[in-house]
């Protein structure tokens, strides 16, 4: 097998979640309960035998290091393996700067160092599982300088706003990456998954920085699609990109499809996340759950409906809580009716009876807030 | 050793009243409680109670317990001078392999690893009960009252206490007469079969023991009674709280049962207590969109689609369309196809009760343990 590491990518400045991202960078965003979007990518590198793996880190960074800890939760081999968390100084004067290009070149020694001949990069805002192996795999016998791994979807006019989009010839060839900007509904969504030869990624890297102090890593690429092998590698299966609160919102909701969640979670590709050794939930009598995805150390006396509820969560008498998203340690009080919300961490809401949005333009309710 | 104290949980009996729940495992090893396993419960008063080496000593059926008790790491019990050893019986070499004849050999035979810690105390526990205990505290009365053994203590419905050791004592809480299930007792202090020597008494007194060719090389029937009779300072430190001996299916049924009272006398969402076991990298839980829950304690990994009522479902149970659970607990990996009943029963590990099959009685004195597959009705 090649030998490859692997880079979790921090999100790019011009992504925002309204609210959430305030307090830590999407890859800490709690996912259906109990995992962080950062599993993700870090379990498919760990499940596909990756065992030097690189994360950069992002603003607001207290959260996801207290996750990642010493990374021995991702079954990583202790010994001959590392889970590294790259903290880039970033620049105050404008985060335009701030730029994937800009953390690399901080750290390029440390890229330098690296002994293996293959790099995946991969982001920390998507949510989809992908053998990683066997996409190296592909990408050798291809004979490609790179392979950039894309999702086909059929909403691309309303969803996926951000992402860049894959204009690809009939052989898989990768002519340009570009902007989604909603104007057709069936796109090549790129899944900023990027397989090359380390050698590669450093010049296009070091190739950037000359370019300009404001390309990203897709624009170098982009840029040359002309004289490099370029390929295009489709995945399959639930695919999800946080790009904006909204997109956070369905992420969630969408796995209450347990068909789809169970294509996520598959036995054989665990999902590694910290564990907080809650216990069990307890649903009392004259609690109504429906439709909803549950996490351990719950206590629900109310009514739950199409939702996601994260650890530890205190749902209390008369409660109604519909189309929502309940992070950890929330306290929904007594009568206290909730729809179409995302409910932050440690929040409790007790004396607002109503909160209702509907799930099209769903609210937020700030970490720890009282309401 | 942060204490000076050194703990061996007694963990080589097969259970056997747990009757096929124990065929291939012992019964320390039992799921319990949606999630975890019934050593759980020492282990982590150990690592709570601020003790750093356990010895577990394992004999039936032990390979599962002793690969799961090895990874200390799963109760903290890993740091620089920290660990869980397991103890199976050892070939030594100036004598032919020995089982373990009783409870006070298992540790008889252990004195070098014990040794060689130099501990001044020694807790005795074991690996059968549901409970969270401080042993920090139970110690520093042991200290307080100068004993040479404390033994913790519960008191029990007097009509109930025939079925226990019965500790007997005087106004001062010292331990004057050990009755093993008496016919009329007179005490209802019962033997949580918890006790703290100080390690210098015990070891003489297991040294004696071991020559002695009448002994049972039992704690309740040789050692406590040796140490009476020589009279050695033994009290008795007063439990309050849960405690469950879950060495039957009906109590392991009421054990798990109570656990439906939240925040309870076991408080198992109290964070400055935790129990801890090994994590199962499930999905959350997930209840389908036609379903009823009606009083139940559920773990990650479950999926619910049919309806459950008071009832305790473990990690990677599904409850099909259709079915129906009822006052009944289901360990890991149990499948309740559509239209199946489960009532007042203990489902076993793995098994698979078939479509529109109807296990357990509502009516029945005991619970059904259901421990082999149960084929479904056309």
């Known amino acids: 097998m090649a030998k490859i590491f692997g880079i979790v990518a921090s999100s790019a400045p011009f992504i925002k979640v309204e609210g959430m991202q305030d307090y830590r960078p999407i890859a800490a965003f709690s996912f259906i309960g109990r995992y962080r979007i950062v599993d993700f990518p870090i379990s498919n590198m760990s499940n596909s035998d990756i065992d030097y793996i690189q994360v950069y880190m992002g603003n607001k960074p207290r959260s996801l290091t207290e996750h990642l800890g010493s990374g021995r939760t991702f079954n990583i081999n202790s010994k001959r393996g590392k889970l590294q968390m790259l903290f880039p100084q970033g620049s105050s004067v404008n985060e335009i700067y701030n730029t994937d290009i800009s953390a690399y070149m901080e750290n390029l020694e440390i890229i330098q160092r690296m002994h293996q001949d293959y790099v995946v990069i991969a982001p920390s805002y998507m949510i989809y599982t992908q053998n990683y192996a066997d996409l190296v795999e592909e990408h050798i016998s291809s004979g490609a300088d790179i392979t950039l791994l894309y999702h086909r979807v059929d909403n691309a006019k309303e969803a996926f706003l951000n992402c860049f989009i894959l204009n690809l010839n009939r052989q898989k060839g990768v002519i340009s990456l570009e902007k989604n900007i909603g104007k057709a509904k069936n796109r090549d969504i790129f899944m900023d998954t990027y397989v090359m030869k380390k050698d590669l990624f450093i010049q296009l890297v070091q190739e950037a920085k000359k370019e300009s102090s404001m390309f990203t890593l897709a624009d170098i690429v982009s840029a040359s699609a002309a004289d490099l092998d370029i390929r295009g590698v489709a995945h399959r299966g639930y695919f999800a990109a946080v790009t904006d609160f909204k997109s956070y919102f369905d992420a969630n909701l969408a796995l209450l499809d347990h068909k789809l969640a169970e294509n996520l979670f598959r036995p054989d590709w665990t999902i590694y996340t910290r564990t907080t050794d809650s216990c069990p939930t307890t649903y009392c009598t004259g609690a109504s759950v429906k439709n909803s995805i549950v996490s351990n150390g719950c206590l629900i006396q109310g009514i739950v409906e199409n939702s996601v509820i994260g650890r530890g969560v205190t749902i209390e008498k008369g409660a109604v809580v519909r189309n929502s998203v309940i992070l950890s340690y929330a306290q929904i009080g007594p009568d206290v009716h909730i729809e179409g919300q995302v409910v932050d961490k440690w929040a409790k809401v007790i004396r607002a009876k109503e909160i209702i949005a509907d799930p099209a333009a769903p609210g937020y309710i700030r970490r720890s807030d009282n309401l | 050793m942060s204490q000076n104290m050194l703990a061996m949980i007694l963990a080589g009996g097969r259970g056997s009243r747990l009757k096929d729940l124990t065929n291939k495992v012992a019964k320390p090893a039992v799921s319990f409680g949606g999630k975890y396993r019934i050593v759980d419960f ?71 690893f014990i040794d060689s810690y130099e501990p ?55 331990i004057v007469e050990f009755e093993e299930k008496p ?140 079915a129906k659970v009822i006052d009944s607990v289901l360990l890991p990996g149990v499948r309740v196809e559509a239209g199946a009943k489960v009532t007042r029963a203990l489902v076993a590990e793995n098994i698979t009760i078939g479509k529109g099959a109807v296990v357990g009685d509502a009516g029945s004195e005991n619970i059904t343990l259901v421990a082999k597959r149960v084929k479904g009705v056309e």
């Open chain 2, 42 to 112: 020492p282990l982590s008063n150990c690592a709570n109670s601020g003790i750093d080496v356990v010895g577990v000593l394992t004999q039936y059926e032990s390979v599962l317990l002793n690969s799961y008790v090895a990874a200390g790491r799963r109760w903290g019990l890993d740091s620089k001078d920290s660990g869980v050893f397991v103890l199976p019986p050892r070939e030594k070499a100036d004598e032919r392999l020995n089982v373990y004849r009783g409870t006070a050999d298992a540790i008889s035979q252990n004195i070098d």
């Open chain 2, 183 to 322: 016919a009329q007792p007179k005490s209802n202090l019962a033997s949580m079969g918890i006790y703290i020597f100080t390690w210098k008494d015990l070891r003489r007194a297991l040294v004696a023991d071991m020559r002695a060719s009448d002994s049972s090389h039992d704690f309740g029937k040789d050692i406590i009674p040796a140490f009476l009779a020589d009279g050695k300072k033994l009290v008795a430190y007063k439990f309050q709280g849960y405690w469950k001996d879950v060495g039957t299916i009906d109590s392991l049924w009421e054990a798990n049962m109570d656990l439906l009272d939240d925040r309870g006398e076991l408080n198992m969402n109290d964070t400055s207590w935790k129990i801890y076991t090994d994590d199962a990298s499930a999905l959350p839980q997930y209840i389908g969109p036609d379903t009823q829950v009606d009083h139940a304690y559920i773990t990650q990994g479950a999926v619910v689609l049919g309806d459950v009522r008071h009832s305790v479902l473990s990690t990677g149970v599904v409850v099909e369309e259709g």
């Open chain 2, 120 to 174: 001044e105390y020694l807790l005795i526990l074991s690996g059968d009960h549901i409970y969270k205990m401080d042993y920090d505290a139970m110690l520093t009365y042991h200290k307080e009252r100068g004993a040479n053994l404390t033994v913790a203590v519960i008191p029990v419905p007097m009509k109930e206490a025939s079925r226990f050791g019965i500790m007997n004592t005087d106004e001062e809480g010292n």
